[in-house]
């Protein structure tokens, strides 16, 4: 695949270089804290064996994965597919170093700041992050000038508010500056962050991706699509508006009437699930009717992902609306454990699946496609590596597959307050960041000997 083929403004090879370069420094500093998480993670075992997820270890943890690791790939992924997916030109290649700058050390201020329990450390990093994620805005809204598919990137940036609200939320919790860290509004963070944000987005990408690197004869109807994603949003706006009314009401309605009180949240769970699962539905019919036969490895489990995280999210939305209607008949460390198998398991596996998709392809191209490297033409290679082989596959899968036993050990270890487990997750998951680290060295290494 060249990008020669691919609608870009016309750019030329060191402008799509430097943008390549841009999106390979955010995915390998948020690998670098996929591993300073999981070696986090290890020091708070013992506290989470405890049921202790609250504990500052585990928020400097948490913190580190989601803002250095999650929020940081998400980025530098964005740089790319703005202006490839969407068919235009990324308005500052500088701005985007700017953002990362800004959220590199909003990352190592929150985990760091959460580690000691420094709470204007956290407000600033706080602060500093959302600065980021406004110059990302800026930069994006600026690009959208000259995308092709305006209407489709302004579907995909909505996603923005409710990343906006959690970082909001966020700042609250540890100023002062507004409402107290009430369970419901932690749950409200939580959800609108992991569920509203990275779920979303990537619910939301994938079938554009997919159409980018497979061609398949399966057209979705823009009915189907308005629907699905209609479903998602309207599901999320229930679920962040949902415990907000429920703090509203007064104390007696809320225990007279639970069953009530949860019915937003319900509600709002059912929309989301079926709209993941109509999603599902279109990129398992695009696969399944593709032109070409063989398919590369790494899209079975990317797929595979999505499928797990589907049925996870059924279990989390028991919780969220079991918790907000007040019932207690479930173990007392259920949210949290599944807050550990969704964020480590799910969100994790998935985002590292597409990192070893995207940056074979972005080291390859960079290397051996004349549209990015013109000094190929005069010394051309005669076997250039195969751009679906170059990442090791028994490394990846190996790595994969730590983070989901990893992420249920340490689930489990909570719910039966077994330390030893919670500590043998943390080390499992900590093996498979190194191993994935590995396979990127490996890769990096394929394409350089060549």
């Given at each position: 695949m060249s990008l020669g083929t691919v609608p870009d403004g016309g750019l030329t090879h060191p402008v799509l270089r430097a943008r390549f370069m841009l999106?390979?420094?955010y995915m390998w500093t948020g690998m670098i804290f996929m591993v300073l998480s999981w070696i986090v993670l290890m020091i708070a075992s013992s506290e989470l064996g405890k049921g202790g997820i609250l504990h500052p270890y585990v928020l400097s943890s948490v913190h580190f994965f989601v803002v250095g690791t999650?929020?940081?790939t998400i980025q530098g992924a964005i740089m790319q597919i703005t202006p490839v997916v969407f068919q235009g030109t990324l308005y500052s290649i500088p701005l985007g170093y700017a953002q990362y700058a800004l959220l590199l050390l909003g990352s190592i201020g929150l985990g760091g700041s959460?580690?000691?329990y420094w709470l204007p450390g956290l407000v600033i990093s706080g602060l500093l992050v959302l600065l980021s994620i406004l110059i990302l805005f800026w930069n994006i809204g600026k690009s959208m000038r000259s995308l092709k598919k305006r209407a489709d990137a302004l579907r995909v940036m909505i996603?923005?508010?409710?990343?906006l609200w959690t970082l909001?939320?966020?700042?609250?919790?540890v100023s002062g500056w507004g409402p107290s860290p009430t369970p419901n509004f932690l749950w409200n963070h939580l959800e609108s962050g992991l569920v509203g944000t990275f779920t979303t987005l990537i619910l939301m990408l994938t079938p554009r991706l997919m159409n980018f690197f497979?061609?398949?004869h399966y057209k979705s109807t823009q009915g189907m699509r308005t629907t699905s994603e209609g479903l998602l949003y309207g599901g999320l706006l229930l679920l962040i508006v949902g415990p907000l009314i429920v703090t509203s009401l007064p104390l007696s309605a809320s225990h007279a009437f639970p069953i009530l009180v949860a019915l937003p949240i319900w509600a709002g769970w059912l929309l989301y699930w079926i709209g993941y699962g109509l999603i599902l539905f279109r990129l398992i019919q695009h696969i399944r009717m593709r032109r070409r036969k063989e398919m590369e490895w790494i899209f079975h489990w990317i797929i595979g992902g999505l499928i797990g995280g589907w049925i996870l999210l059924f279990f989390w939305?028991?919780?969220?609306a079991l918790m907000t209607a007040g019932f207690s008949r479930y173990p007392e460390g259920w949210p949290g454990?599944?807050?550990l198998v969704v964020l480590f398991g799910y969100i994790q596996w998935t985002v590292a699946a597409y990192m070893a998709k995207i940056m074979p392809f972005l080291r390859w191209m960079s290397r051996f496609d004349p549209t990015i490297n013109p000094a190929i033409r005069q010394k051309p290679r005669r076997n250039p590596p195969n751009m679906r082989t170059v990442m090791p596959r028994g490394l990846t899968r190996t790595a994969l597959l730590a983070f989901f036993a990893g992420s249920l050990l340490l689930g489990a270890g909570m719910l039966r307050t077994l330390e030893a487990w919670t500590f043998l997750g943390s080390i499992i998951g900590a093996l498979g960041a190194l191993l994935y680290m590995l396979s990127m060295v490996i890769m990096y290494r394929r394409t350089m000997m060549a």
């Open positions: 999106t390979r420094v999650v929020l940081m959460f580690f000691v996603i923005g508010l409710f990343l909001v939320l966020g700042i609250f919790f497979i061609s398949s939305a028991m919780s969220s454990a599944l807050l």
